[in-house]
T-cell receptor, first 113, second 114 residues
Framework: DAGVTQSPTHLIKTRGQQVTLRCSPK?????VSWYQQALGQGPQFIFQ???????QRGNFPDRFSGHQFPNYSSELNVNALLLGDSALYLC????FGAGDTIYFGEGSWLTVV | GDSVTQMEGPVTLSEEAFLTINCTYT??????LFWYVQYPGEGLQLLLK?????DKGSNKGFEATYRKETTSFHLEKGSVQVSDSAVYFC?????????????FGQGTILTVHP
């Protein structure tokens, strides 16, 4: 049973560029959330997708956008990258309405230079 | 809004010592509470959870009890091992319109020496 998978694992981008991160949820899950974890901090909720719509959003600017596909996989897009966007981006999956058990992927390490 | 506060770390222990990591929370309603663990270079793994007051979550020798009266969910282990060295995060989910959204504490680094 495949868990939550994310790609790429590491990437380096230049300020002002755009980045797309990808996530496949755990088999049987239909809800995907994204978190940003800065070095030495706890993860911060970015947004959540269910039924291909953004259902909840944390305190992040519009530069952060996402998408969910019919197969439940998801993308996180960040435009106009800033140095402060350097972080570990975590994807989490769950089954909507089936309790609060949430599984995380290994994350994508983004470095902005 | 929801918030989670963990004891300031890091925590350094010798093998077989007793571990306590304090966690308190502020939330609306009746949240579910979680402990996640993050090993070096890895993502988050669910360690244990509790969904209502007085519930005790347990896994791999770790335990935490949901205390509504003190809004706490302290993590304990009777005898730690070197392999327990990791970062531990306390988290909550308020449910309702916030279903599936986790609010995390800042994390506590645990180092266990042989």
């Amino acid at each position: 049973d495949a868990g939550v998978t994310q790609s790429p694992t590491h990437l380096i981008k230049t300020r002002g560029q755009q980045v797309t991160l990808r996530c496949s949820p755990k088999s049987g899950h239909d809800t995907v959330s994204w978190y940003q974890q800065a070095l030495g901090q706890g993860p911060q909720f970015i947004f959540q997708y269910y039924e291909e719509e953004e259902r909840q959003r944390g305190n992040f600017p519009d530069r952060f956008s996402g998408h969910q596909f019919p197969n439940y996989s998801s993308e996180l897009n960040v435009n106009a990258l800033l140095l402060g966007d350097s972080a570990l981006y975590l994807c989490a999956s769950s089954l909507f309405g089936a309790g609060d058990t949430i599984y995380f992927g290994e994350g994508s390490w983004l470095t902005v230079v | 809004g929801d918030s989670v506060t963990q004891m300031e770390g890091p925590v350094t222990l010798s093998e077989e010592a007793f571990l306590t990591i304090n966690c308190t929370y502020t939330a609306t309603g009746y949240p579910s509470l979680f402990w996640y663990v993050q090993y070096p270079g890895e993502g988050l793994q669910l360690l244990l959870k509790a969904t209502k007051a007085d519930d005790k979550g347990s896994n791999k020798g770790f335990e935490a009890t949901y205390r509504k009266e003190t809004t706490s969910f302290h993590l304990e282990k009777g005898s730690v091992q070197v392999s327990d060295s990791a970062v531990y995060f306390c988290a909550l989910s308020s449910g309702g319109t916030s279903y599936g959204k986790l609010t995390f504490g800042q994390g506590t680094i645990l180092t266990v020496h042989p």
